[in-house]
């Protein structure tokens, strides 16, 4: 009678390990993968509050400004606008995934500059770079582009 004991006290426990090892890892699995589509989604957000704001603040017109404070993700390697000029300004935000470097690019309807920049075809500006946590950027109208620097 304890041996058949035993050997249902082995089989339940046997049944529980089958259910129980492939479940965790699904679970280590899953939780793997949503790193990067949780950056994914917050560099998307990120770059649509940059241009909402852009557009805006050229809106208000020559010298008007605002400031955008944001909380960058530590996988964002940097920010970059892209002067175009026979299509858009694109805003460009390089980030890390498992998979390598990605980047969210955003189209900007004015045109966008900073500091570091020159008003010419294809020429990068560095908006940030290698900058974790709560960033104040501002964002400053000059008539024709607006001014987008980190503050």
């Known amino acids: 009678m304890k041996g058949q004991i035993s050997f249902e006290y082995l089989v339940i426990v046997g049944l529980a390990l089958l259910v129980i090892v492939p479940a965790l890892l699904f679970f280590l699995t899953f939780t793997r993968g ?19 704001v852009s ?21 964002v390697e940097n920010i970059t606008i892209i002067n175009n000029t026979n299509s858009p300004d694109e805003l460009v ?18 045109p966008l500059s900073n500091n570091s920049a020159i008003l010419e075809d294809s020429s990068p500006a560095l908006v940030f770079a290698d900058r974790v ?10 008539g024709d582009f607006v001014w987008v620097d980190l503050q």
């Open 93 to 110: 935000i390089t980030y890390r995934t498992k998979n390598g470097l990605s980047q969210g690019v955003f189209f900007s309807k004015v």
């Open 34 to 52: 949503g790193d990067d589509s949780v950056t994914h989604a917050r560099v998307a957000e990120i770059g649509s509050e940059m241009i909402a």
């Open 133 to 142: 946590g709560v960033v104040s950027l501002r964002f400053t109208s000059g």
């Open 55 to 75: 557009s805006e603040v050229f809106a208000l017109g020559r010298s008007s400004w605002l400031t955008l404070d944001t909380s960058i993700p530590e996988s």
